[in-house]
């Protein structure tokens, strides 16, 4: 099992920055790539952005594409998302997930609690 903790989430104001993390423990060897969701009131999950565990080969969606960063680190367990230049329709739960490679790609057997980040106007 792997367990997968975030943090970093809070309010902030149209324009700035936040930096969430994700803390990743147990069997951390099963780890093969890894996401950022994130989930609006009334709206459905939406995957963000992905990273590959081994090579950090990455993808992000359009709507916030050059704006949001994810990488992580092998050596601490870490994954990342830097989000730079929030608007308020980014507000919404984000979770971090991982997947294991005999999970087939797009699915994720493990997530977190979830992280809430609100974007004031």
């Known amino acids: 099992q792997v367990q997968l903790v975030e943090s970093g989430g809070g309010l902030v104001q149209a324009g700035g920055s936040l930096r969430l993390s994700c803390a990743a423990s147990?069997?951390?060897?099963?780890?093969?790539?890894l996401a950022w969701f994130r989930q609006a009131p009334g709206k459905e999950r939406e995957r963000v952005a992905t990273?590959?565990?081994?090579?950090?080969?990455?993808t992000y969606v359009d709507s916030v594409k050059g704006r949001f960063t994810i990488s992580r680190d092998t050596t601490r367990n870490m994954m990342y998302l830097q989000m730079n230049t929030l608007k308020p329709e980014d507000t919404a739960v984000y979770y971090c997930?991982?997947?294991?490679?005999?999970?087939?790609?797009?699915?994720?057997?493990?997530w977190g609690q979830g992280t809430q980040v609100t974007v004031s106007s």
């Open positions: 997930a991982a997947r294991s490679d005999s999970m087939p790609p797009g699915k994720y057997d493990y």
């Open positions: 990273i590959s565990w081994k090579y950090a080969i990455t």
């Open positions: 147990g069997r951390t060897v099963n780890i093969y790539h």
